[in-house]
Nanobody, 113 residues
Framework: VHLVESGGGLVQPGESLTLSCTGS????????MSWYRQAPGKERERVAL????????EYAGFAKGRFTVSRDNDKKLVFLQMNNLKPEDTAVYYC???????WGQGTQVTVSS
């Protein structure tokens, strides 16, 4: 089981970024997926989750209205679209397979002017 995130980078406040996570080694369409993040010196926190079929999503309070989680099961991808980014969104973002308990390696998002 392998998860690989991509799409991180350095952006200015107010800009947008879309993260991707691809999964392999398991039946992707049967797995609920989550995005987490961890800022320096802070605990890892959940950002969003999406059900296996994509019909159910949940968001942390800070993500509601700014972030959107989606997935493409045919391509074995899950996305996190992040709009109106703020400096406090700076963190390493991870995807996580809910049932299998597997983490990706993370992708760094830095929001700074």
């Amino acid at each position: 089981v392998h998860l690989v995130e991509s799409g991180g980078g350095l952006v200015q406040p107010g800009e947008s970024l879309t993260l991707s996570c691809t999964g392999s080694g398991f039946v992707f369409r049967t797995e609920g997926m989550s995005w987490y993040r961890q800022a320096p010196g802070k605990e890892r926190e959940r950002v969003a989750l999406i059900s296996s079929g994509g019909g159910m999503t949940e968001y942390a309070g800070f993500a509601k209205g700014r972030f959107t989680v989606s997935r493409d099961n045919d391509k074995k991808l899950v996305f996190l679209q992040m709009n109106n980014l703020k400096p406090e969104d700076t963190a390493v973002y991870y995807c996580y397979a809910l049932t299998r308990g597997v983490w990706g390696q993370g992708t760094q998002v830095t929001v700074s002017s």
